[in-house]
């Protein structure tokens, strides 16, 4: 089964290689961090195997559509699970590649009303003679 996500490419990190019964291999995972409901964007790590060249097509900082599945392996008891990235395009490219949908003719939107600046307000900083409270849970 296949996923799929839209990110922005975090970080690119180094190429793996090496020589199995099959013959050379190339790995390399990329960062991808990905727009979410969430005040905190989240990041994910996708291995690309054997697929030099779409890495080598890949922007730092850059919108891309990503395909992958999700893998798990079992070694010495213990259970590993890989983002294996199938396919990457650039973001507009997906769109474009997808029909237009007509939509109704433009509609110019209502002006917003003005809405007042919000106050500012001076935070104190505490003084040593001051008892800092922590109820933090960690």
Do not use: C
């Amino acid at each position: 089964m296949e996923f799929v996500f839209e990110g922005i490419v975090f970080a690119i990190l180094p190429e793996q290689s090496g020589t199995s019964a099959r013959g050379e291999w190339h790995s390399q995972n990329v960062v991808f961090e990905m727009q979410s409901n969430s005040p905190y964007p989240r990041k994910v790590s996708v291995k690309f195997f054997n697929k030099r060249d779409d890495v080598a097509r890949l922007v730092t900082g850059a919108a891309y559509k990503v395909t992958f599945d999700v893998e798990s392996r079992e070694y010495n008891g213990r259970w590993y699970t890989d983002v294996v990235g199938r396919r990457v395009e650039p973001k507009e490219a997906a769109q474009m590649a997808q029909p237009q949908e007509v939509s109704a003719p433009f509609v110019t939107p209502e002006p917003t009303p003005a809405v007042a600046p919000m106050p500012t307000e001076e935070f104190a900083v505490p003084t040593q003679s001051a008892q800092v409270i922590d109820d933090l849970p960690f």
